[in-house]
């Protein structure tokens, strides 16, 4: 391997930043007719939602590993590595094949009238690809962002489609309800394809129903919420619900057509249901509550497509059991101290994070190391927050959108250090022996800090 080479591609794919996030689909089909249009040959799950897209990918994905099918999975953001986002059989690319691939791709984007690609765009037609080329039985495709205009709905018939928790995030591109939200997530529902959902928790189908009409807004093509879902309030469900039906596509709501019952609760296992169809006695490895719902999701997008996709009971325990996603609740005890690294990035996230501390009995210190994009609601964050730690160290990554971690230190009344590594150094002493230091608020924060404290290298951070 040149390391040069992939430094020089890494660096110049980081260029494309400054064209920020465009979200359209025109320019990413014209480049995909230039590169072959590879999509058009892969078995697709596509994935959307606000929180949990990202852990679901991985447990379809492992589910199907387990079951012995070949397998592609992309995945945003990287946690450490650009080779993170694209994964064979369960291993990143190698760096390599990013330099092969980013030369094409330089090549074709050279043509006269070629479109001028987002670094979101180039990446994910660097999947496209990598995936075209090899024999995979099953792709995951996470959404980036939103999901109507995301560069992976150039997708047009994938097997199914998943949606998971629809919560606020990026509403300066997504709209400022969650009816609005949930319309560009729903975006990505085809004609005729299952939509496999946990847009709505749970719980919330047992309310009393009424009447509903409302529409997600006047942007220009949103997806309109058409009158007719029968809840005493809109909720993003109705949308998810209401696109699936204007398309013929088989609407399976979490809470709903598809059941999760918690036959154990100190064992965190599941039992899934589809109609006729079962899954006992499944144990979600990834930590936290939350994610019984996304393991439930996963579950079910196999259940809903038994003729396409026929998987067995026992690949869906092993797959749901075995499957590792980093930094989402993941302990890592390191010298005299224990840390908690978590993506969240949003009050959802901090919700969930919450949820999972005040069910972990404690006798030393917990510090939390936070910082965040100026452009989320991390005012909300830390209010949930601050309760359940005992002091709050401010940082900011070296991002352009980052908050700047003296802003954030003087409205929580925490202490700022001047970077991440610094903040996670002074985390430890506050924490003291035995004690914990939680590092969440930005998944570009965790990054840094748990490759600083794994001692993994770490490329420059990228905000997509």
């Not at 749901?320 to 969240?344: N, Q, Y």
Request: aromatic residues 4%.
């Amino acid at each position: 391997m040149n390391e040069e080479r992939y430094i020089e591609a890494v660096r110049w794919l980081y260029g494309l930043q400054p064209r920020g996030i465009r979200l359209e689909l025109d320019r990413m089909r014209a480049a995909c007719a230039l590169a072959g249009d590879p999509q058009k040959s892969l078995r697709v799950i596509h994935v959307a939602g606000t929180n949990g897209k990202g852990s679901t990918s991985a447990t379809v994905e492992r589910i199907a590993r387990e079951a012995g099918l070949r397998t592609g999975l992309y995945t945003s953001p990287h946690l450490h590595s650009f080779t993170e986002r694209v994964r064979i059989d369960g291993v990143p690319i190698a760096k390599d094949e990013v330099v092969s691939r980013v030369d094409v791709i330089r090549g074709l984007l050279a043509l006269p009238g070629a479109p001028e690609l987002t670094f979101f765009e180039v990446t994910t037609l660097l999947a496209f690809m990598a995936f075209a080329e090899r024999p995979l039985d099953l792709v995951v495709l996470e959404v980036g962002l939103g999901g109507r205009l995301d560069a992976t709905n150039v997708i047009e018939r994938p097997l199914a489609c998943v949606i998971t928790h629809v919560a606020f995030d990026h509403q300066a591109y997504l709209g400022n309800t969650l009816l609005e939200i949930a319309g560009e997530k729903a975006g990505i529902v085809k004609a005729g394809v299952p939509v496999i959902h946990g847009a709505t928790d749970p719980e919330d189908f047992g309310a009393q129903r009424r009447g509903l009409s409302g529409r997600t807004g006047e942007r220009e093509g949103a997806l309109p919420v058409q009158a007719g879902a029968d809840f005493d309030e809109p909720r993003a469900a109705d949308v998810v619900d209401a696109r699936a039906a204007a398309l013929g596509a088989p609407s399976v709501a979490l809470g709903r057509e598809l059941s999760m019952t918690v036959t154990s609760a100190e064992l965190g296992i599941l039992d899934v249901a589809l109609g006729e169809s079962r899954v006992t006695d499944l144990m979600p490895g990834l930590v936290g509550r939350h994610q019984r719902n996304n393991a439930a999701l996963a579950v079910g997008a196999f259940l809903a497509v038994p003729d396409m996709l026929p998987i067995d009971g026992s690949a869906m325990r092993r797959g749901v059991s075995s499957v590792e996603w980093p930094g989402r609740l993941e302990t890592v005890t390191k010298g005299e101290h224990t840390f908690l690294f978590d993506a969240a990035h949003n009050l959802d996230g901090a919700r969930s994070l919450v949820s999972h501390l005040i069910r972990i009995p404690h006798d030393a210190a917990r510090v939390l190391v936070f910082g965040a994009m100026a452009d989320k609601d991390w005012t909300s964050m830390l209010l949930v927050l601050q309760p359940h730690v005992d002091a709050i160290v401010t940082v900011a990554p070296p991002l352009a959108r980052a908050e700047k971690a003296e802003v954030i230190a003087e409205a929580v009344g925490g202490s700022a250090a001047p970077s991440v590594i610094d903040g996670v150094e002074e985390a430890k002493r506050r924490a003291g022996e035995g004690g914990t230091v939680i590092v969440c608020g930005s998944i570009f924060v965790l990054a840094e800090a748990r490759a600083h404290v794994l001692g993994l290298a770490q490329e420059p951070l990228i905000a997509m």
